[in-house]
């Protein structure tokens, strides 16, 4: 499923060093090629059961006010069966069906024909076109880094329209939320299957293609590394960023208009929900460029897990807790919202600044000062399957010395933020921060499963000098 994006181990290498030939690549990039029995499980259990557990939480608002349990406690005591919870479903309607199209359609066109001034008035922003980081085929992609452009003019035209046109009501995408999550699942199912034909039969690099013979692991995992049509269109990119993404604080605004509409008033959880998950979009659309080096471009290849999940999982689950604040208008106290705010923003610091760190320490090779001293680094090498031998090194110093993954743990602190501002009453809010946490450790362990295979023995010192992976003194 769609995932924020995150980076990998916390090294600095010299790209000019290394040689990219399909043997050197097999055990360096992307999915597997070969799958276990394990692996086929959990992806035909995905396939399975993720679209039905969208629809349930979805449900479970619509008809059961969020409850979780309600639904299944009516199903076991004969109160209702599943034929009578799938009648009061809402259908596909048209007016969702345009509103869908014109949404995909815009956004295509901001992707497309727009290419970015926004780096040529904010300092410090990094946009136009950028390279991305070099392929398993030794390709190196470029991309038109123009997300903070289409974000900025997508919320623009809302808030024109909200206050001056009039040519939609604000409340417009709760009002179509179920009927518009069909045709999210249409895109999302259609774009996968054209991303594996792609693959199969007019590729567009074919060194970048990866088949296990398995087709439910080839179509989940996907089989292209970097699907693209024409020279600019990036399916990887443009989903994992325009759709979903963009909309994400459409869709909070969308269910704060809701509940000023139904109750008078939007209450301090909302409008902290909104704040907080804005301020990770915005950081997400600042830092596009950086994006182009994580495990979504870097590793991922595109299939349903991230073309479903990006159309679907994502602006459908991390937008629980606006949906839950429209059926529940929790009202914070004042003391227990401003602690929410300061964990939200103390996560997030720690999120973007261990990143920042980071990625300082990779462009200046080591060559800088975090936290205002020379950065202490573990020297290692690694051998290719070409059999050459390459150099690098792994940060130990700043929040890299504190804990292996310590971004994630910023990340999981906004994340429970979230969740915690919309009190206590039920399960469904929580969803995320659950979602969030075995996802990351996954995350930790995926990594550094790839770190000690990669590093050997100069791996076994790095987590000698740091220990834990996410909570220092815990795990």
Request: proline letters at 5%.
């Given at each position: 499923?769609?995932?924020?994006?995150?980076?990998?181990?916390?090294?600095?290498?010299?790209?000019?060093?290394?040689?990219?030939?399909?043997?050197?690549?097999?055990?360096?990039?992307?999915?597997?090629?070969?799958?276990?029995?394990?692996?086929?499980?959990?992806?035909?259990f995905l396939l399975l059961f993720a679209p039905f557990i969208v629809y349930y939480f979805i449900m479970a608002c619509d008809q059961y006010s969020c409850s979780l349990t309600a639904p299944l406690a009516d199903i076991a005591t004969g109160r209702a069966r599943l034929s009578d919870?799938?009648?009061?479903?809402?259908?596909?309607?048209?007016?969702?069906?345009?509103?869908?199209?014109?949404?995909?359609?815009?956004?295509?066109?901001?992707?497309?024909?727009?290419?970015?001034?926004?780096?040529?008035?904010?300092?410090?922003?990094?946009?136009?076109?950028?390279?991305?980081?070099?392929?398993?085929?030794?390709?190196?992609?470029?991309?038109?880094?123009?997300?903070?452009?289409?974000?900025?003019?997508?919320?623009?035209?809302?808030?024109?329209?909200?206050?001056?046109?009039?040519?939609?009501?604000?409340?417009?995408?709760?009002?179509?939320?179920?009927?518009?999550?069909?045709?999210?699942?249409?895109?999302?199912?259609?774009?996968?299957?054209?991303?594996?034909?792609?693959?199969?039969?007019?590729?567009?690099?074919?060194?970048?293609?990866?088949?296990?013979?398995?087709?439910?692991?080839?179509?989940?995992?996907?089989?292209?590394?970097?699907?693209?049509?024409?020279?600019?269109?990036?399916?990887?990119?443009?989903?994992?960023?325009?759709?979903?993404?963009?909309?994400?604080?459409?869709?909070?605004?969308?269910?704060?208009?809701?509940?000023?509409?139904?109750y008078g008033h939007v209450t301090n959880s909302m409008v902290l929900v909104n704040v907080l998950q804005a301020i990770y979009v915005l950081d997400f659309f600042w830092n596009e460029t950086w994006y182009l080096k994580t495990i979504d471009i870097c590793h991922d290849h595109f299939?349903?897990?991230?073309?479903?999940?990006?159309?679907?999982?994502?602006?459908?689950?991390?937008?629980?807790?606006?949906?839950?604040?429209?059926?529940?208008?929790?009202?914070?106290?004042?003391?227990?919202?401003?602690?929410?705010?300061?964990?939200?923003?103390?996560?997030?610091?720690?999120?973007?600044?261990?990143?920042?760190?980071?990625?300082?320490?990779?462009?200046?090779?080591?060559?800088?000062?975090?936290?205002?001293?020379?950065?202490?680094?573990?020297?290692?090498?690694?051998?290719?399957?070409?059999?050459?031998?390459?150099?690098?090194?792994?940060?130990?110093?700043?929040?890299?010395?504190?804990?292996?993954?310590?971004?994630?743990?910023?990340?999981?602190?906004?994340?429970?933020?979230?969740?915690?501002?919309?009190?206590?009453?039920?399960?469904?809010?929580?969803?995320?921060?659950?979602?969030?946490?075995?996802?990351?450790?996954?995350?930790?362990?995926?990594?550094?499963?790839?770190?000690?295979?990669?590093?050997?023995?100069?791996?076994?010192?790095?987590?000698?000098?740091?220990?834990?992976?996410?909570?220092?003194?815990?795990?």
């Amino acid at each position: 499923m769609a995932a924020k994006p995150q980076s990998n181990d916390p090294q600095t290498k010299s790209p000019g060093n290394i040689t990219f030939g399909k043997a050197a690549t097999q055990g360096q990039w992307g999915r597997a090629w070969e799958v276990d029995w394990f692996s086929l499980a959990s992806v035909i259990f995905l396939l399975l059961f993720a679209p039905f557990i969208v629809y349930y939480f979805i449900m479970a608002c619509d008809q059961y006010s969020c409850s979780l349990t309600a639904p299944l406690a009516d199903i076991a005591t004969g109160r209702a069966r599943l034929s009578d919870i799938w009648a009061k479903t809402p259908p596909v309607t048209t007016k969702a069906a345009q509103i869908y199209v014109a949404w995909v359609t815009f956004q295509v066109l901001l992707y497309m024909l727009l290419p970015d001034f926004c780096h040529k008035f904010l300092p410090g922003y990094v946009g136009g076109v950028q390279e991305g980081a070099m392929t398993p085929a030794g390709i190196v992609n470029k991309y038109e880094i123009n997300g903070l452009q289409a974000w900025l003019i997508t919320h623009l035209l809302w808030f024109v329209n909200c206050y001056l046109l009039a040519c939609f009501s604000p409340t417009v995408i709760f009002d179509n939320w179920i009927p518009l999550l069909w045709c999210a699942n249409i895109l999302g199912y259609a774009v996968s299957t054209f991303a594996m034909v792609k693959g199969y039969f007019f590729p567009t690099d074919a060194r970048d293609c990866k088949f296990t013979g398995n087709f439910f692991y080839n179509y989940m995992m996907g089989v292209e590394f970097n699907p693209r049509i024409g020279k600019w269109f990036d399916f990887k990119l443009f989903f994992n960023g325009r759709p979903g993404i963009v909309a994400w604080t459409l869709i909070n605004l969308s269910f704060a208009a809701k509940q000023q509409e139904l109750y008078g008033h939007v209450t301090n959880s909302m409008v902290l929900v909104n704040v907080l998950q804005a301020i990770y979009v915005l950081d997400f659309f600042w830092n596009e460029t950086w994006y182009l080096k994580t495990i979504d471009i870097c590793h991922d290849h595109f299939g349903w897990y991230l073309g479903w999940g990006d159309c679907v999982w994502l602006p459908y689950l991390y937008t629980l807790q606006g949906l839950y604040l429209v059926y529940h208008p929790v009202q914070l106290p004042t003391r227990y919202s401003l602690g929410v705010l300061l964990l939200g923003l103390l996560g997030y610091y720690i999120f973007r600044m261990a990143n920042h760190q980071k990625d300082l320490f990779r462009r200046t090779d080591g060559r800088c000062l975090i936290w205002g001293r020379k950065p202490k680094v573990i020297e290692c090498s690694f051998t290719s399957a070409d059999k050459q031998k390459h150099h690098s090194k792994l940060l130990v110093s700043g929040f890299w010395g504190v804990a292996r993954h310590f971004n994630y743990t910023g990340d999981l602190m906004g994340s429970l933020a979230y969740c915690l501002a919309c009190g206590g009453g039920h399960l469904l809010p929580y969803f995320y921060i659950i979602y969030m946490a075995v996802l990351l450790t996954h995350r930790c362990l995926r990594d550094e499963h790839r770190c000690a295979s990669k590093y050997g023995r100069d791996w076994e010192r790095y987590t000698a000098a740091v220990p834990y992976r996410l909570l220092p003194g815990i795990f």
